[in-house]
């Protein structure tokens, strides 16, 4: 990864997921599924080689921030999306 990486956090409706792209390449993605009137968020994975760089934070909030724009809801299945929620507890309105 560059020194100053860009980082962008797209949603990516074909494979049903938020991925964080670094310097053009995906490095994880949380999953989203429709559910009963709100977004399920069961899983959430940023790839070995990108570990501890704070990019599961920077997904799952820029996530969050899309869904929040849409006027969506979620389901904090994903126990990560779960913990980032209860220490950012201004996205708690997001919960269904």
Known sequence: MSENPTIE?????????YEIV?????AGHTEIQSG???LV????????????QGLGGKLVGGALDDIRSRGEKIVPECSYVRKF??????YGDLVA
């Open 9 to 17: 956090v797209v949603r990516n409706d074909d494979e049903h997921r």
């Open 22 to 26: 670094v310097d053009g390449a995906v």
């Open 36 to 38: 009963d009137g709100a």
């Open 41 to 52: 968020m069961p899983h959430t994975v940023v790839d070995d080689a990108y570990s501890g």
């Open 85 to 90: 929620i209860e220490k950012h507890p201004e």
